[in-house]
């Protein structure tokens, strides 16, 4: 793929080798070979990897080479077909948890440097790879630690990420817990903090549990004491 405009210039990319003598090497630099590995563990739309990427391999050579390198891991392509999914569909981030692990995820992604970075355009794509792949581990890690299918995949991340950088999703901080969130276009007005409304849900959820061990709990006492058995069965 050639970069276009004056970016072509300034992007550090995942350039092709120019040799095709060892065709398990795809990239001059060998730090992108680990960081495609770990790319084409999470996203298959060739697509999305060429832009991630920057890369210039063509886009039949670049797919044939995921396939085989899938395989060796025992994983097979899962090509989703269509367009790339935007952050203004009315489907992206539509339910409560999707807007608290994408809480969670801008958290982990901009740390303290949220108005800094938060218009910042990539130019190393290497590094920006590098740090989304290691916050996504760690969203998996802290989120979905027995392996479960996180319920934002890598896409929906870059989606996320990109969309606050063109401010096509606006970012509020919750006046209780400070949490800084994000509000797609579609839900403008109406959006309130996805952690205080999962906390309030757990808490009720936690208060639920608790009041049914206390009421089980009373009339294990109360039968062992012979206070629920009817009068008639009394000695
Ligand atoms: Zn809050």
Redesign the pocket.
Known sequence: MKMQGERAQSIVAGRARQTTSRSSSLFEDPAWEERFDRLIRLVHRTALIIELTGTDIKENRLKSVIDSRLAEMGMQAIRPRGVQPTCGARSFLSARQDRYDATYLMALHFGNRFTDEMSQVDTNLGRALDHALEVYAKYQRDCYPGGQIPRLSFESFVVLIRGIKSHEIGVRT?G????R?PVPVHRLGIEY?P??AVQDLKIRDARRVLDARIEAARRERRTAMGLDKPPAQRA
Request: contains cysteine.
């Open positions: 919750c209780e817990c400070s949490a969130y903090c952690v205080c």
